[in-house]
């Protein structure tokens, strides 16, 4: 009997508990309207608002016209918290490390504790007041102006513990973004689930992250890859440089894209993609120039195990000498409804970087960027407003964006660069191991400098291409980089995916390729006969495997008539993809020890989905494959690693899209300046409410493009809305 049933017998417990129960249930719905206002702005705020229009097109595309850059910025945040404003707020708390504020759930308590384990606040406050430029910071602060207008304006979508904004959390967006991109959580991951045997130096740790269903989506690198390809004019039929930009992003979240056009009279004209909390286009293109961005993958993290004192717990070794382990204490704030709730947590760091403490030992991380990504985002601003090729590579050579393969284009010019903030190391260790954390000789210092990156520039093919494959084949013929003028323990890759296949033998087999064959190039859904699906899939079936009933006797004949297109009406493609998915993910992550699933089990799974789901196995890909948002439900066409690419999730029987093709943007550069064109796989506004919820994903799958309008006078023809930030549209 318990000490209450003691004090407060039979009913009246009862009742009791009831009461209990109704306090605590009305406390949590009174508490968030305790909370204070969100802060009114100054005068300044609203003044900026009046010198800065929002037009918004039919499609909802926001068109931004200000005065300033920093006005641009400021109605850029306006309008995209109007269309997106939760993963603005969400991405914002997260880059802070005050997730768990809005998540009572192991993602928030993970991203919150990863944000102070890898000290990204000390980072921030280090790079923004060390690399950021006084103009670039006056736009940052507009930029979060512009949100906290919005959050005084809609106070009931507003979580006000977060307010205000600052210029500052824009920088830590994107230190804690491009930290989990280079692939941190990955290794980490790898790591501590190792942690229950004995982790050696020497043994092999896991580089790439693909998308870990045991790794929650805040924590685990989402980038899943991209297509790139640019042609110049000595290979296009009719002289106009081509560039295609198309990143394979997740359809919902924290990086999915978002299309704005910005436009000052400052000069400042760009138009494309963005994440929530970017100020400024990550890719996209100006009247002068373009450029698209791929993942690339080298070696960018590093993990060393520290010896440790056998009697001084605090101590570790380093070039014969003990040094002090530096702790600190830290303190995660968890609402958990009734109350917010404080956890206490140590954190250490030597001077590898941050140190982890698992039941095998102490274990340090050090990974490329850390000391610069904050950067990043003033490096693409310089990049947006460059006009020519020179001043571009100068903006690419603040390397202050850390990864990503980087491909440009204008009039006269293409180029690609393997970008990545390369660590300079000695040769002498194995870096793709647990490293020893006694030596001071296997922590690097330095990057290679952006002019001794690989790069391809106007090369003779006259097309350059990168789909997350090799650099060192990224046109046909002489150009490429050479693979001896790079070092092993830059961790390059060298694979080449189909699609990576498929773009030589179309670009690097057309000498004449008109705008109409390079749409057509890009939305390609053919499996090369030399990739992984014929090669390991489709050819070991066809000729050794013996069926065991009639349905897989029918599926092998289809297997076997099947072209390697991913069409709507493709019956092969429905197999293949349902057989390809657990290998190509096995595959693809590259992780040690994890085998990749025997191609005979996976054509047996693949029949029997097939029966259960749709009693047959002859079903065209668009029956089984959907493009779906709210009652939109449509056939998608495309596969994973094909050019038009898709990823999927199993979904009442069927496979639903989830990332690949997304934002796709098409530009074409000549002498009467830059035109394009583009399109969304759902619609521009991420509310269920809008009409551009998903009002483009028909045309996206039909593979039908809209033009951007790049003018005040042809957003004007297709006007929707007009107004100041602040104002009702």
């Given at each position: ?10 009913k009246?417990l ?7 129960i109704v306090?605590g249930?009305s406390w949590y719905l009174?508490?968030?309207?305790l909370?204070?206002?969100a ?11 009046q010198q ?5 097109d039919n ?15 400021f109605g850029l945040a306006y309008?995209h918290?109007e ?7 969400g991405?914002?708390a997260?880059?802070?490390?005050q997730?768990?504020?809005l ?17 990204l ?6 790079q923004y007041?060390?690399?950021i430029?006084?103009e670039?910071?006056r736009?940052?602060d ?5 949100l ?13 513990r977060?307010?205000?904004?600052r210029?500052?959390d824009?920088?830590?967006?994107f230190?804690?973004?491009l930290a ?14 190792k ?6 130096v020497?043994?092999p740790?896991?580089?790439v992250?693909?998308r870990?269903?045991?790794?929650p989506?805040?924590y ?17 039929a009719d002289?106009?440089?081509r560039?295609?930009i198309?990143?394979h ?13 910005l436009v ?10 963005l994440?929530p909390?970017?100020?400024v ?10 450029w698209a961005?791929t ?6 993290v ?8 056998p009697?001084h717990s605090?101590?570790?070794?380093l070039?014969?000498q003990w040094q002090?382990l530096?702790?600190?204490k830290?303190t995660i704030d968890?609402?958990?409804?009734l109350f ?12 590898h ?5 698992l039941?095998s030992g102490?274990?340090?991380?050090r ?8 950067l ?7 990049m947006n ?15 202050g964006i850390?990864?990503?393969?980087t ?7 293409i180029l ?6 390369l660590?300079i190391r ?7 191991t647990i490293?020893?954390g006694d ?7 330095s990057?290679?400098?952006f ?6 520039q ?13 650099p060192y084949l990224?046109t046909?013929?002489?150009g490429?980089p ?5 070092s092993?323990?830059l961790?390059?890759?060298t694979r080449?995916?189909?699609?990576a ?8 087999g057309?000498p004449?390729?008109?705008?109409e064959?390079?749409?057509?190039y890009?939305f390609?859904?053919k ?6 699906v014929f090669q390991?899939?489709?050819y ?12 897989e006797?029918?599926?092998l004949?289809?297997?076997k008539?099947?072209?390697g297109e991913a069409?709507?009406e493709?019956?092969?493609?429905s197999l293949?993809n349902?057989i390809?998915r657990?290998?190509w ?7 040690a ?5 025997a191609?005979?089990?996976e054509?047996q799974n ?7 789901h749709?009693k047959r ?7 089984l494959?959907r ?7 449509l056939p998608?066409?495309g596969s994973?690693?094909t050019l038009n ?8 029987g ?15 550069f000549s ?6 064109w583009s ?11 809008s009409k551009h ?5 028909q045309?996206?799958t039909r593979?039908?493009l809209?033009e951007?309008l ?8 297709d006007l929707?809305?007009?107004y100041h930030p602040?104002?009702e549209?």
């Amino acid at each position: 009997m318990t000490v209450l049933t003691r004090l407060i017998p039979g009913k009246k417990l009862l009742r009791f508990s009831a009461l209990l129960i109704v306090i605590g249930f009305s406390w949590y719905l009174i508490r968030p309207k305790l909370r204070p206002s969100a802060p009114i702005p100054d005068k300044r705020v609203f003044e900026r608002a009046q010198q800065v229009r929002i037009l918004r097109d039919n499609t909802g595309v926001p068109h931004i016209f200000g005065k300033t850059d920093a006005d641009t910025a400021f109605g850029l945040a306006y309008a995209h918290a109007e269309d997106d404003y939760p993963i603005i707020q969400g991405s914002v708390a997260a880059a802070r490390g005050q997730l768990s504020l809005l998540m009572l759930n192991k993602i928030g308590l993970i991203n919150d504790y990863l944000v102070r384990f890898l000290y990204l606040p000390e980072k921030v406050d280090r790079q923004y007041e060390q690399l950021i430029s006084p103009e670039f910071k006056r736009l940052l602060d507009a930029y979060a102006d512009g949100l906290n207008l919005y959050a005084y304006r809609h106070p009931d979508q507003v979580d006000t513990r977060l307010l205000p904004f600052r210029g500052k959390d824009v920088i830590a967006g994107f230190v804690h973004k491009l930290a989990l991109f280079i692939g941190v959580g990955a290794v980490l991951e790898d790591l501590m689930s190792k942690d229950k045997t004995r982790i050696k130096v020497g043994q092999p740790i896991q580089r790439v992250l693909t998308r870990n269903d045991r790794l929650p989506s805040w924590y685990r690198s989402e980038i899943m890859g991209s297509n790139a390809h640019a042609v110049g004019p000595g290979r296009s039929a009719d002289g106009i440089t081509r560039l295609n930009i198309n990143s394979h992003q997740p359809f919902e979240g924290p990086v999915a894209w978002y299309e704005a056009h910005l436009v000052s009279e400052e000069g400042w004209n760009m138009i494309g993609g963005l994440f929530p909390g970017s100020p400024v286009i990550l890719h996209g293109h100006n009247q002068h120039l373009g450029w698209a961005h791929t993942v690339n993958r080298p070696d960018g993290v590093d993990i060393y195990k520290l010896t440790m004192h056998p009697d001084h717990s605090m101590r570790y070794q380093l070039d014969g000498q003990w040094q002090a382990l530096e702790v600190t204490k830290t303190t995660i704030d968890v609402d958990i409804g009734l109350f917010t709730m404080p956890v206490h947590r140590d954190l250490y760091r030597s001077v590898h970087g941050p140190v982890m403490k698992l039941d095998s030992g102490f274990y340090a991380i050090r990974y490329a960027g850390k000391d610069r990504s904050g950067l990043s985002v003033e490096q693409w601003y310089r990049m947006n407003r460059a006009s020519n090729l020179e001043e571009w590579k100068k903006a690419m050579a603040m390397q202050g964006i850390p990864m990503m393969n980087t491909m440009f284009a204008d009039r006269e010019n293409i180029l690609y660069v393997y970008n990545h903030l390369l660590p300079i190391r000695d040769e002498s260790f194995n870096w793709l191991t647990i490293l020893p954390g006694d030596t001071s000789k296997a922590i690097w210092q330095s990057y290679l400098p952006f002019e001794k990156l690989p790069m391809v520039q106007n090369p003779a093919a006259g097309y350059i291409m990168n789909t997350n494959s090799t650099p060192y084949l990224t046109t046909s013929g002489a150009g490429n980089p050479d693979p001896a003028s790079y070092s092993s323990t830059l961790g390059i890759e060298t694979r080449m995916n189909n699609r990576a296949l498929r773009s030589h033998e179309l670009f690097g087999g057309d000498p004449s390729i008109t705008r109409e064959e390079f749409l057509e190039y890009k939305f390609d859904r053919k499996y090369s006969a030399a990739s992984i699906v014929f090669q390991d899939i489709v050819y070991p079936l066809t000729s050794r495997y013996q069926p065991q009933n009639a349905d897989e006797a029918k599926a092998l004949q289809i297997l076997k008539d099947w072209n390697g297109e991913a069409n709507e009406e493709s019956t092969g493609a429905s197999l293949v993809n349902l057989i390809y998915r657990a290998i190509w993910k096995a595959q693809f992550s590259q992780q040690a020890g994890v085998a990749v699933p025997a191609v005979e089990t996976e054509f047996q799974n693949a029949v029997a989905f097939l029966k259960e789901h749709f009693k047959r196995v002859d079903v065209p890909l668009g029956t089984l494959q959907r493009l779906r948002r709210g009652t939109t439900d449509l056939p998608l066409s495309g596969s994973i690693d094909t050019l038009n690419a898709v990823h999927t999730k199993i979904e009442d029987g069927h496979l639903v899209g989830t990332a690949g093709d997304s934002y796709i943007l098409v530009v074409e550069f000549s002498d009467q300046g830059a035109r394009s064109w583009s399109r969304h796989q759902y619609g521009n506004v991420n509310r269920p409410d809008s009409k551009h919820y998903a009002d483009q994903a028909q045309a996206f799958t039909r593979h039908v493009l809209k033009e951007s309008l790049l003018t005040e006078e042809a957003v004007r023809r297709d006007l929707e809305s007009e107004y100041h930030p602040g104002e009702e549209p």
